[in-house]
């Protein structure tokens, strides 16, 4: 079982930079890939970034490649999405997602464990 809490989320202007964390419990944390997903409202929930259970690995959606950054902290249970150069588009509730046998990064449905999310609002 793994329990994840995200913190980082706020408002911030267009061109500002946030970075989320998010905490896990659980011994067994450095096991699992991990990802971030965000929905914004009346929209479905999309993949934004994913990292291997090394840290060796990363992919990040096309809308985010270049802005945002997604690490991690196996020491401290924690992984971080630093999200640069923010648009307004960017503002939605964003997950972190737990998955022992991850496939496709891209699909939420291969991962196990999220956390309750967090609010991004970016204002123009």
């Known amino acids: 079982q793994v329990q994840l809490v995200e913190s980082g989320g706020g408002l911030v202007q267009a061109g500002g930079s946030l970075r989320l964390s998010c905490a896990a419990s659980g011994r067994t944390f450095s096991s699992y890939a991990m990802g971030w997903f965000r929905q914004a409202p009346g929209k479905e929930r999309e993949f934004v970034a994913a990292?291997?259970?090394?840290?060796?690995?990363?992919v990040h959606a096309d809308s985010v490649k270049g802005r945002f950054t997604i690490s991690r902290d196996n020491a401290k249970n924690t992984v971080y999405l630093q999200m640069n150069r923010l648009k307004p588009e960017d503002t939605a509730v964003y997950y972190c997602?737990?998955?022992?046998?991850?496939?496709?990064?891209?699909?939420?449905?291969?991962?196990?464990?999220w956390g309750q999310g967090t609010q991004v609002t970016v204002s123009s």
């Open positions: 997602a737990a998955g022992g046998t991850v496939v496709s990064w891209y699909a939420d449905r291969e991962y196990d464990y």
């Open positions: 990292i291997s259970w090394s840290g060796g690995s990363t």
